[in-house]
């Protein structure tokens, strides 16, 4: 079932909207050349962007627009094993295809009077352990070597 909204687009394409961005060419071959350096490093990168990069974790207005052009260039490398975002205030966990999980945090704007959303990350050789504190979920974000 496609999910309309007031402007007219459906589903992915909800995304294109004005409070939203996308990413240029410069700075997908900085990250294409980022990745590269990880790799032959044998490092293990977590990419942060405040648009999240997975619909499976943000609703579809709250992607990057050119979100699947930034998980083209990621998913070439072994290398990354989470993506981190906010901009979706709600909150949401996914892990895709390649297995990248994608961790949008919830944010304090949305919390009402007396309750909060904040965490700290634990970070290990297979995971990062986020520690929610109050509206923020604790999650676990577990993966290969």
């Given at each position: 079932?496609?999910?309309?909204?007031?402007?007219?687009?459906?589903?992915?394409?909800?995304?294109?909207?004005?409070?939203?961005?996308?990413?240029?060419?410069?700075?997908?071959?900085?990250?294409?050349?980022?990745?590269?350096?990880?790799?032959?490093?044998?490092?293990?990168?977590?990419?942060?962007?405040?648009?999240?990069?997975?619909?499976?974790?943000?609703?579809?207005?709250?992607?990057?627009?050119?979100?699947?052009?930034?998980?083209?260039v990621?998913?070439?490398?072994?290398?990354?094993?989470?993506?981190?975002?906010?901009?979706?205030?709600?909150?949401?966990?996914s892990?895709?295809?390649?297995?990248?999980?994608?961790?949008?945090?919830?944010?304090?704007?949305?919390?009402?009077?007396?309750?909060?959303?904040?965490?700290?990350?634990?970070?290990?050789?297979?995971?990062?352990?986020?520690?929610?504190?109050?509206?923020?979920a604790?999650?676990?974000?577990?993966?290969?070597?």
């Open positions: 079932m496609e999910k309309n909204s007031p402007n007219g687009l459906v589903d992915l394409e909800r995304r294109f909207v004005k409070f939203n961005g996308g990413v240029g060419k410069e700075q997908l071959e900085w990250l294409d050349k980022t990745l590269q350096d990880a790799t032959k490093s044998n490092q293990k990168v977590v990419v942060c962007c405040h648009i999240p990069l997975d619909p499976g974790a943000s609703l579809e207005e709250s992607l990057l627009w050119n979100y699947d052009e930034v998980m083209d990621i998913h070439q490398y072994d290398c990354v094993k989470v993506c981190l975002a906010g901009h979706d205030h709600k909150g949401g966990h892990i895709d295809s390649c297995g990248v999980h994608h961790r949008v945090f919830e944010a304090a704007l949305e919390c009402p009077p007396g309750t909060d959303a904040f965490g700290y990350i634990d970070v290990y050789e297979d995971r990062l352990s986020l520690i929610g504190t109050d509206r923020m604790s999650s676990e974000m577990v993966f290969n070597h």
